[in-house]
């Protein structure tokens, strides 16, 4: 079967990685891809929202699979365009994607199938937002507990989290600027601020049976010690033992299992893979929000550490047969992501760089670099986004994963490389290995 993945990120390249593993695959295509997936798999020069094109491409090349990494096409209705056409395609419907592409019809959803999330109210424009903010909170010193998020997609960047009055008035402005977040600051959600470690739990499902993965842990501050800006992602790490399992089990009955009825009484069937962002607070876990994608760069060490063919756990989805798969394989052995950015990133940074040790760095046992924002340029690897690499490294403990993924780390080298030095340290505190 020829195989291709849309979209350009480290996600994409584990995606295509993993399936070209399987023994149903023969050509991988991604599109557009990065340095990474010309390597393992086939580039194809077409961007991720240029539906006609993959259309056209699908049907020329005999694709009897295709996957969409990314949440902008899924929200544009990429999967609906494929299937009008009779092509299999693995991921929701735009109808389900909402549940990433609008907060407030996630936070809809949630209410009405009584899934545990933070309180909220939602605001149609800036001026009644500041109102109820002004009417609530009279100085500047009290604590001012409350979020502030964007309802549309804004690549990682629409959640303002607040400790005070000023910094709530003016996430406001900002989230409502046309200039920096277009429509997607229309309205807005402010909501409940919680306390707890976060956890993704990422599934998949076809809209009747749900198949939940093993639980992940991102990193998204950009520094040590969970401090800096936001980013979309500095690495993460593979089971985590904030999520033990009964944990699981609440988290299946409480949260994937009544979303997706609601999504099917609502009749937007939710098929494809189900990311619950949870914050763990002393009352339970409860759902900061959804994606409705492989998280990135989650996707990484949890795809090397799963043994079961994706190829048939994709294929099942698209044709409702999740319910006749086997349970999923897993190594048991704790898999690290270290995202290597460059100098600049989350703000702006430049591009163009050549990377050096990429070879070095694979030849370790029991590491894949895994590309992100890279590309070819005259035989060499460049620079070509904020998050370059995900170097990803699988060993006996969380310690030992994390020791293996540095080393490999430390073979590569560009003009103003970076990287958090603690990825996978959290982890260590919620159980002694
Ligand atoms: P989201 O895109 O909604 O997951 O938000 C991005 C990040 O903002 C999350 O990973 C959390 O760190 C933080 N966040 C979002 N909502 C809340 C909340 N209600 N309480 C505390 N932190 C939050
Ligand atoms: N790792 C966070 C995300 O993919 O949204």
């Known amino acids: 079967m020829n195989i291709l993945v849309v979209g350009n990120g480290g996600r994409e390249h584990a995606l295509a990685w993993k399936l070209g593993q399987s023994p149903q695959a023969d050509r991988v295509f991604v599109a557009p891809g990065n340095a990474g997936t010309d390597l393992d798999a086939e580039n194809v020069d077409i961007s991720a929202t240029d539906f006609e094109s993959l259309i056209q491409f699908a049907k020329q090349n005999d694709v009897g699979l295709s996957v969409i990494g990314p949440e902008a096409p899924l929200a544009a209705g990429i999967v609906d365009a494929f299937q009008a056409e009779g092509l299999p395609v693995f991921g929701p419907s735009k109808a389900a994607a909402e549940l990433e592409a609008s907060k407030v019809f996630c936070k809809e959803v949630l ?5 545990p999330t933070a309180d909220y109210q939602v605001f149609r424009n800036g001026s009644s937002a500041k109102r109820f ?9 009290e604590d001012v507990p409350l979020v502030i998020k964007a309802d549309g997609l804004a690549a990682g960047k629409g959640v303002i989290v607040c400790h005070n009055r000023k ?45 939940p993965l093993s639980p992940a842990q991102d990193h998204k501050p950009a520094f040590d010690g969970d401090t800096g800006p936001n980013t979309g992602g500095m690495g993460a790490y593979s089971p985590t033992a904030l999520v033990d399992e009964k944990m699981l089990s609440m988290i299946d009955e409480q949260v994937l ?10 009749r937007r069937p939710f098929r494809g893979v189900l990311y ?63 995202v290597m950015a ?55 403990s969380i310690s030992a994963a994390k020791l293996q993924a540095y080393k490999a780390v430390r073979c590569i080298r560009w003009n103003g490389a970076w990287c958090r030095k603690d990825i996978s340290d959290k982890g260590l505190t919620y159980a002694s290995e």
């Open 276 to 338: 619950a962002g949870l914050i763990v607070t002393n009352q339970g876990p409860k759902v900061l929000e959804y994606n409705v994608r492989f998280g990135d760069p989650e996707c990484q060490p949890l795809l090397m550490r799963l043994k079961t063919d994706l190829v048939t756990l994709f294929m099942a989805t698209i044709e409702g047969r999740l319910d006749q798969i086997e349970p999923l394989e897993w190594d048991p052995r704790p898999a690290v992501c270290v």
């Open 133 to 141: 903010i002004s009417d609530r909170y009279h100085t500047d010193t």
């Open 111 to 115: 209410r009405n199938a009584d899934v």
């Open 342 to 396: 460059s100098e600049g990133y989350p703000g702006s940074y430049e591009k163009g760089f050549p990377i050096r040790g990429l070879d070095e760095a694979e030849e370790l046992e029991n590491v894949k670099v895994f590309h992100a924002g890279t590309r070819l340029h005259n035989g060499d690897v460049v620079t070509d986004g904020g998050r370059v690499l995900g170097v990803t490294a699988i060993g006996s």
């Open 257 to 266: 299992v009544p979303t997706v009825h609601a999504m099917k009484r609502s």
């Open 167 to 211: 910094e709530a008035l003016e996430a406001v402005d900002r989230l409502t600027s046309e200039q920096e977040f277009g429509t997607a600051g229309s309205q807005l959600v402010l909501e409940e601020r919680l306390d707890g470690d976060e956890a993704s739990l990422i599934a998949i499902t076809d809209g009747q049976t749900i198949v």
